[in-house]
């Protein structure tokens, strides 16, 4: 299975600040068709996980633009611009360009 | 819009079986396949199987063979994920997530299943 290894496991932030989660896969995402099926997602206490970015660098409908994805092959990064206090959570990426579909451990962002 | 809605929070006695329900609406239920996908208190997220709601082939990871049964009923716009021979190391929530081109859009609520004596 591609193993998706996060860091910081831990993100303190200060409000207003940028903030910078990184995702490395254990082998190169690009599917066969060429498309990259990396995805971002953040999860709030008791909640189910809410996608923020897919493909990469595409934002979900509804999502703050403040959030971006980047990142190619085997390393990707979800940036937030300005953290604002709803932003708290644990952020996720996972992959869909291998079977089985596969999770980071999580980051878990906190406000300063 | 696209709804996934899962069955209530079930406690089970180590061996016991559960059978989680995950009802769909606001899209048509055989053009979507479904994953069933799960974590364990403080852990990560773990991939369980795959149902297609079309012809209700499936797909477990290894890990789970042999103990886990995902079906659908085309009636109800309805997927199961049944887990048997539960051991404490089953308690976790289960999710049901909508799968479309290697990403989930949508997730089910989720659902607790608690092992215990």
């Known amino acids: 299975d591609v193993v998706m290894t996060q860091s910081p496991l831990s993100l303190p932030v200060t409000l207003g600040q940028p903030a910078s989660i990184s995702c490395r896969s254990s082998q190169s995402l690009v599917y066969s068709n060429g498309n990259t099926y990396l995805n971002w997602f953040q999860q709030r206490p008791g909640q189910s996980p809410r996608r923020l970015i897919y493909?990469?660098?595409n934002r979900d409908s509804g999502v703050p633009d403040r959030f971006s994805g980047s990142g190619s092959g085997t390393d990707f990064t979800l940036k937030i611009s300005r953290v604002e206090a709803e932003d708290v959570g644990v952020y996720y990426c996972?992959?869909?360009?291998?079977?089985?579909?596969?999770f980071g451990q999580g980051t878990k962002l906190e406000i300063k | 819009q696209v709804q996934l809605v899962q069955s209530g929070a079930e406690v089970k006695k180590p061996g016991a079986s559960v059978k989680v329900s995950c009802k769909t609406s606001g899209y048509t239920f055989t053009d979507y396949e479904m994953d069933w996908v799960r974590q364990a208190p403080g852990q990560g997220h773990e991939w369980m199987g795959r149902?297609?709601?079309?012809?209700?082939?499936?797909h477990y990871a290894q890990k789970f063979q042999g103990r886990v049964t995902m079906t659908r009923d085309t009636s109800i716009s309805t997927v199961y994920m049944e887990l048997n021979r539960l051991t404490s190391d089953d308690t976790a929530v289960y999710y049901c997530?909508?799968?479309?081109?290697?990403?989930?859009?949508?997730w089910g609520q989720g659902t607790l299943v608690t092992v215990s004596s």
């Open positions: 149902i297609k709601p079309n012809s209700g082939g499936t």
């Open positions: 493909e990469v660098s």
């Open positions: 997530a909508r799968d479309r081109m290697g990403s989930y859009e949508y």
């Open positions: 996972m992959q869909g360009s291998h079977w089985p579909y596969t």
